[in-house]
């Protein structure tokens, strides 16, 4: 899965990282943010025409922009929005199917910048209790899991509007702009930074010895035909969603502050010698 994740990179920055045409106005409010969480505003690399407001006429040619979105999805259809908070995920495998993300993964689809993600490992005695069915809450160890070049991450996302009936269609909240990122399964392949010595319990080796889900990113090879709003059909878009390469990415433990999404700073990735063994999620 993919519940936090950081962004350091400016407006201007993205922009030139993705050849981005537009800036949304209200983009230039969003800054480094190191815990990016659920329900949070984040920056989104889309393609559809320009909106009145910005100079377009709303049905003109798609331009490459980068706009604000609300993280968990809230499908049109949705009575209210508080159902994002559950959807801020999507299985590839299942993804075009399920009928929250059907239509937004043939007609709307995004790329969400992220310099890394976070994931929490269980402790190995923990999980033992846990697979015991006892209901101590066990320990969980952060780690921060990022590309080994130091290359932007262009997590594949879908976005969707909800229309909130309660209000004129004039007032600024009346419509929400929200967004999901698509998971794939973890690599399993050995992390190219961690010594095979040191692997054990509480020492992942892989990916997916820390977490069996993993956000889906995408190769810069893959940008275009992923928010190419004409590519409509379900088995072209179904074949992006391959995985990357092993070996693109590695992990280290970070501290206990990222678990409290008030905390926020460039500290929160900052890498530590050993796990923390005292860790309460």
């Known amino acids: ?53 910005d100079g377009g006429s709303g049905d003109g040619e798609p331009v490459r922009q980068l706009r604000p979105l609300r993280w968990g999805l809230v499908p049109s259809w949705a009575k209210s929005p508080d159902v994002g908070v559950k959807m801020i995920n999507a299985r590839a495998e299942t993804v075009h199917e399920k009928p929250s993300y059907r239509k937004p993964f043939v007609a709307r689809r995004c790329l969400l910048p992220a310099d890394g ?57 009346a419509w929400w702009a929200t967004c999901t990122v698509v998971t794939t399964e973890a690599e399993g392949e050995p992390l190219p930074d961690v010594d095979p010595a040191e692997v054990g319990p509480n020492r992942p080796g892989s990916l997916s010895d820390i977490h069996p889900r993993m956000p889906l990113a995408l190769p810069p090879e893959r940008w275009d035909a992923w928010l190419d709003p004409s590519l409509t059909d379900p088995e072209r878009v179904r074949g992006l969603l391959d995985p990357p390469p092993p070996g693109t990415m590695r992990a280290h433990p970070v501290g206990v502050a990222v678990s409290n999404v008030r905390n926020n700073g460039p ?10 063994e005292s860790t309460l999620f």
């Open 267 to 276: 500290e929160l990735v900052e890498a530590l010698a050993a796990p923390e």
């Open 117 to 173: 993600y976070y994931e929490w490992l269980t402790f190995h005695e923990e999980r033992k209790e846990e697979e015991k069915g006892r209901r101590k809450r066990p320990r969980k160890q952060p780690w921060y899991i990022t590309p080994t070049d130091g290359s932007v991450m262009a997590l594949a996302g879908l976005y969707e509007f909800w229309r909130d009936s309660t209000l004129p269609d004039d007032h600024p909240g």
């Open 1 to 53: 899965m993919c519940g936090r994740y950081a962004i350091s990179r400016r407006p201007e920055e993205l922009a030139a990282l993705f050849d981005i045409r537009h800036l949304a106005e209200d983009v230039a409010d969003l800054g480094p943010d190191w815990n990016v969480a659920p329900t949070k505003r984040v920056p989104a690399v889309l393609e559809r025409p320009l909106k009145e407001a």
